[in-house]
């Protein structure tokens, strides 16, 4: 395997302390990786850098880890622009505009849907994400969930199990039989094809006592549990996912002590999700107050059609800076180690050696810039297991 150096960095974010200045981050200054094949195999300061085969030169410009979007729902087909349109006209947003989605998702064929998610993980490479987790839930049969959940197989090994996105509206009259069907039948054919089960766990989607059955059905089929709780209204869901120790508890708008206590003490990440905040006009979650606990926390792009219609890490990077409280370094963090730590990987999210090699050359020199600089295309170059790709 040939080995490449990527030399004369400005700022280098390792997310390993003990490579670099014993912050969070590990900065090294005028730093240099060495890759070889998919894995990073040297780091540290450039004029002490190995001979190697080929070499990069950054031109002083910062290099960070690839983002790690840990939440996101590209499985679907259509836009809700009217619902969108409407909703920025003063029309609060409700859980069931996902069944606007889900008529134009079953009316897709395979082809069109993976053109759909090809289309939306392109445009996130350009923005610097190299590992994404995607999920069904916009299917809402047997069928249409499998089927989701195969295409997405295709593209990330990150695949979760969301029939429990809302009610089917097959079964608008029978909710109960509808939650039969997701642990029952519908699990049986989705499970081949996923990693993880999921749950809204919401006023207008699953209460409490129906996500419990939905996510221990899941794990008794060996799929580990997330939790979309907590992100219209106070409830179970950031409890019952730590409880459960769910990798993740997703949204974590409306908090109260005890909820932000067992995060703190359990081993759930809370990602956090501005994006959908910032397309509903909805209250930010308070990401200093869950960090300030001693939680984990994520970022990531909840990439869906209807409340949250952006491929942008850099985008919810600056979102959480300006508007949830968090610092430069812990959005950066969150949004690369953080959500290494939502999908349970320790070979993601770091420059280090043993780690996959998945770097983003920025454009300026420093990963502070993401937040200082918001909407400008900063992202210069990518490195996707090892491969330029951009």
Known sequence: MTTTAITNIASLVTNDPSLGDNSPLGLILDAAV????DRVVWTGESSKAPATDNAVDAGGRAVIPGFVDSHSHLLFAGDRTQEFNARMSGRPYTAGGI???VAATRAATDDELSANVVRYLTEALRQGTTTF??????GLTVEDEARALRIAARHTDEVTYLGAHVVSPDYADDPAGYVDLVTGPMLDACAPYARW???FCEKGAFDGDQARA???AGMAKGLHPRVHANQLSYGPGVQLAVELDAASADHCTHLTDADVD???QGNTVATLLPGAEFSTRADWPDARRILDAGATVALSTDCNPGSSFTSSMPFCVALAVRDM???PDEALWSATAGGAAALRRTDIGRIAPGARAD???LDAPSHVHLAYRPGVPLVQAVWQRGERTL
């Open 99 to 101: 069944r606007t989605t």
């Open 214 to 216: 939905i996510l221990t």
């Open 325 to 327: 409280g968090m610092t």
């Open 133 to 138: 987790e995607t999920k069904s839930g916009y």
């Open 34 to 37: 060495v890759i070889k094949g």
């Open 262 to 264: 067992a995060l703190a």
């Open 359 to 361: 770097l983003v050359l």
């Open 197 to 199: 089960v999921d749950v």
